[in-house]
């Protein structure tokens, strides 16, 4: 499908075309919907969120640069809005009582298994235990699949403090599942 | 490379994310610690994993919905149109910037009594000797002028004097 360029369309709305704003919303609109579930972990919330960070775009698209990416730009609010929506309603106030790490043992091949099921299973809960800054740069990396130049422009940080953060936020879940792994096995044998 | 530094990297090489320049020595440090290997191999599972997750479990719009949430926001962002222009300055400074020139220009135009006045318009003090006897009618009166110019080689003083319509009464 011929996609008009972003630079247009952001200059189409500004003339008054608001029907443009749709158009340039519309690749990134699963992602936007996507990335908001899971920071907030509610889909109704989501989408409120949603709704906010639209018209927060609508209303600043006179401040975004051309030549510059729509995408970073867009994402950049909707984070930003995610966080003060969860401020706003004081979520982050769950004691993390997960942050020991576990010892690392044996990974034989037939646990490779086990270890892709709980995985699977506990993906959108083990989010919770990763400081916001941590979940928003894995979020927008391993969900979004933006790089990391784009994820440091997202959130207006280094790439370097991209890595790190992506670093821990990986260590942190691979330690939670190492943990829980300990504890199933446990059971399980007694 | 030691295992503690390998360690922060191998989350970012199973991810892709790790500078080329660090490869080679992350990649020769696993060759011989099994231990980090073993946690690469996790990692590796880990973002596969995680990644599959993200793309199998993604919540979809409902194509009215999402229409209706965008409608809802441009119509919010639209400005209301008014018959009057929109102001061009949308910035504070702009504001104080307006609020000086109207000051000034109320100061240079209209002169409230507050403002100390100088130069061609009378002194406070004038004006104020303008209703007292003598003030006013001394200076609607004043129909004649003079001009003295003195030598100062010879000390010779010539004074003319003139009329109200500048012609010359008197020479001396």
Redesign the interface.
């Known amino acids: 499908m011929w996609m008009k360029d972003e630079d247009k369309l952001v200059e189409e709305v500004l003339r008054g075309q ?1 029907a443009s ?2 158009l340039l ?1 519309q690749p990134y ?2 992602g936007f ?2 990335m908001a ?2 920071i907030t972990g509610d ?1 109704e919330e ?2 409120e969120v ?2 906010d960070a ?2 927060k ?3 600043y698209l006179k401040s975004f640069k051309k030549g510059r990416s729509f995408k970073t730009w867009s994402y950049k609010i909707l984070v930003n809005t995610s966080y003060d929506f969860l401020k706003h309603k004081k979520k982050y106030m769950r004691v993390i009582d997960s942050q020991k790490s576990a010892s ?1 043992y ?2 034989p091949q037939v646990e ?1 298994r086990i ?2 099921k709980q ?2 299973e506990k ?2 809960g083990v989010l919770d235990i990763l400081s916001p800054k941590e979940k928003a740069v894995f979020l927008l ?3 979004e699949g933006l790089s ?1 130049r784009e994820a440091s422009l997202v959130l207006g940080c280094s790439q370097m403090s991209i ?1 790190t953060h ?2 821990r ?3 942190k ?2 330690n939670h ?2 943990k829980n792994h300990l504890k199933e096995t446990g059971e399980e044998s007694t | 490379m030691k295992c503690r530094k390998v360690q922060r990297l191998l989350p970012l090489l199973a991810g892709a994310e790790l500078p080329e320049s660090k490869i080679p020595s992350v990649r020769s440090h696993m060759e011989e610690c099994s231990r980090c290997r073993k946690d690469y191999e996790k990692y590796a599972i880990l973002v596969s994993q995680t990644r599959a997750w993200f793309a199998e479990n993604r919540t979809e719009w409902q194509e009215q919905e999402w229409q209706r949430i965008v409608r809802t926001a441009i119509e919010q962002g639209a400005e209301k149109k008014t018959a009057m222009v929109p102001w061009p300055f949308p910035k504070v400074w702009a504001y104080v910037l307006m609020a000086g020139v109207m000051l000034l220009i109320t100061v240079l135009i209209i002169r409230p009594p507050f403002v100390e006045q100088t130069g061609l318009v009378p002194r406070y003090a004038d004006v104020a000797q303008m209703g007292k006897p003598g003030g006013m009618e001394e200076m609607g009166r004043q129909e004649v002028v003079s001009m003295t110019m003195v030598s100062r080689e010879t000390g010779l003083k010539i004074v003319w004097v003139f009329n109200k319509n500048f012609n010359l009464e008197e020479n001396e």
């Open positions: 608001h704003f749709e919303l609109q699963q919907l996507n579930y899971r889909r989501a989408r949603c709704q639209f018209l775009m609508f209303k690392v044996e990974l490779q270890w892709r995985m699977r993906i959108q990396r391993d969900s990391v890595r992506l670093s936020a990986r260590q879940i691979k599942f190492a």
